[in-house]
């Protein structure tokens, strides 16, 4: 059975976690499906926006216990590798050249909340919970740690993974885990909204903001900060699509 499904319609590819009777929690093979999955989107030139979404009641329980039960047994070498699975998985999410979407339903614990962090952006149904629940296995939310801390914060981040606490969809608005809450009968429509808008822009634009946003971050304001902004808007303003528009917009 695959763990994965894609369907690719207008312009949408949308990456189904389709492990339900487990509350798509994921193992190394669902893991590896997903990461092949965005890789063939990514590189499909009929896709424009990747969504992520869960088959079922919930988005995903994060790592399943009895896979990771079995990884326990297994030695130093072999874990470090499995762990590797995910961080590579979340690399090739959060890298991806193609805006990615995630739709949240039900219950995101754990690795299900990594997904979400590592996507541009995030909607759910206002009755979605979240919890980072490593803490209370006496775990640690390690490999999706760096793409939760930038999404929500250093400070707020230490909260959640020490308390393994259960929160909403309205905190997780607050915090910035998630951008959009709606119905969760109204979810596939804000979705579809937000994705068919992206389709109407300028496609090389796009991926030139996405990318701009991860090469700013984080970096200091400082003179080789003003020679790399100057240097992408100056190129961008040469680009075959830009003048396009442009004339365009200007045409009477």
Not at 10 to 29: E, V
Not at 196 to 223: G, H, M, R, S, Y
Not at 227 to 243: F, V
Request: charged fraction near 20%; glycine fraction near 4%.
């Amino acid at each position: 059975m695959n763990l994965v499904l894609t369907n690719i319609t207008n312009d949408i590819a949308m990456l189904t976690l389709n492990r339900p009777l487990k509350n798509n929690a994921f193992d190394g093979q669902m893991m590896q499906e997903l990461t092949t999955a965005i890789h063939q989107a990514e590189k499909n030139s009929a896709v424009k926006v990747i969504v992520l979404q869960g088959e079922g009641k919930h988005f995903s329980a994060g790592a399943d216990l009895k896979w990771m039960q079995q990884m326990a047994a297994s030695d130093y070498a072999a874990n470090k590798q499995d762990a590797l699975l995910l961080a590579e998985l979340l690399f090739t999410l959060s890298s991806c050249t193609k805006p990615t979407i995630a739709q949240v339903k039900g219950a995101s614990y754990g690795g299900g909340i990594g997904l979400i962090a590592a996507c541009d952006i995030a909607v759910a149904a206002d009755s979605a919970t979240f919890c980072f629940s490593e803490v209370r296995l006496g775990l640690l939310p390690a490999v999706i740690s760096p793409y939760v801390v930038q999404a929500i914060g250093m400070r707020m981040a230490k909260m959640l993974f020490i308390t393994g606490r259960i929160f909403t969809a309205d905190e997780a608005l607050r915090i910035n885990l998630i951008h959009h809450i709606t119905t969760f009968a109204n979810l596939a429509a804000l979705t579809n909204e937000i994705t068919t808008n992206i389709c109407k822009l300028p496609q090389e634009a796009v991926a030139a903001c996405k990318k701009l946003a991860q090469d700013v971050a984080f970096k200091p304001i400082d003179k080789k900060m003003l020679d790399l902004t100057a240097t992408l808007i100056a190129k961008r303003r040469q680009a075959k699509e830009a003048k396009a528009l442009i004339a365009k917009f200007l045409s009477p």
